[in-house]
């Protein structure tokens, strides 16, 4: 069964703060996400990585950056945090196999910048 | 224009009735299609996948793609209360190394 775990489920932080999220997946898979989730936005990707020490720009990185060292693990930095970046921030793994299953997702980190 | 449309709802139905989401896509190289289920405060979670067009089921879960008109549906019989959720379409090119594009999400609720 496929675990995705994020750091935290709840964080809040002062503007100007360097922000880190922690994801860990157990399931080997080569590629991870960081997406971060808005009302009516729906899924927004920030980066992704195919491998470890390998970064891609999603659609919105501004603001954000990306670190893979170990194949489980994906963190996402937010250098300095800013109100707009108040968000859900969802990871999730998957294989790169091409079989049927797709992205895993993790349960989340509701991230409240003051 | 977002590669992939949905209706953001909300929308209720009650106990028993048949609940048809969509979803309308622009890119005619998609080509897998997935729905997503996800509760309040949890992640999403996968409930359904297709590949090009066609029909697919799964218990009470029907999903349908029509490349033809780029139209993604989901269909869910005899509805429970525990159904109610936002339901995420999304679309990928190739599997591998690939990103999901997702919809904005239906915020489903039924109604016993």
């Known amino acids: 069964d496929v675990k995705v775990t994020q750091s935290s489920r709840y964080l809040v932080k002062r503007t100007g703060e360097k922000v880190f999220l922690e994801c860990v997946q157990d399931?080997?898979?080569?590629?991870m996400f960081w997406y971060r989730q808005d009302p009516g936005l729906g899924l927004r990707l920030i980066y992704f990585s195919y491998d470890v020490k390998m970064k891609e720009k999603g659609d919105i990185p501004e603001g954000y950056s990306v670190s893979r060292e170990k194949k489980e693990r994906f963190s996402l930095i937010l250098e300095s945090a800013s109100t707009n970046q108040t968000s859900m921030y969802l990871c999730?793994?998957?294989?790169?196999?091409?079989?049927?299953?797709?992205?895993?997702f993790g349960p989340g980190t509701r991230l409240t910048v003051l | 224009q977002k590669e992939v449309e949905q209706d953001p709802g909300p929308l209720s139905v009650p106990e028993g009735a048949i609940v048809s989401l969509n979803c309308t896509y622009s890119?005619?190289?998609?080509?897998?299609f997935m729905w997503y289920r996800q509760y309040s405060r949890k992640g999403p979670e996968l409930l359904m996948y297709?590949?090009?067009?066609g029909n697919k089921e799964d218990g009470r879960f029907t999903a349908q793609v029509d490349k033809s008109s780029k139209y993604i549906s989901l269909f869910i019989r005899d509805s429970q209360p525990s159904d109610s959720a936002t339901y995420l379409c999304a679309t990928m090119k190739n599997f591998g190394n690939e990103k999901l594009t997702f919809g904005t999400g239906t915020r489903l609720t039924i109604i016993p």
């Open positions: 999730a793994s998957s294989s790169i196999s091409g079989d049927t299953d797709t992205q895993y």
């Open positions: 297709t590949y090009s067009s």
């Open positions: 890119n005619s190289a998609f080509q897998y």
């Open positions: 399931m080997d898979h080569e590629n």
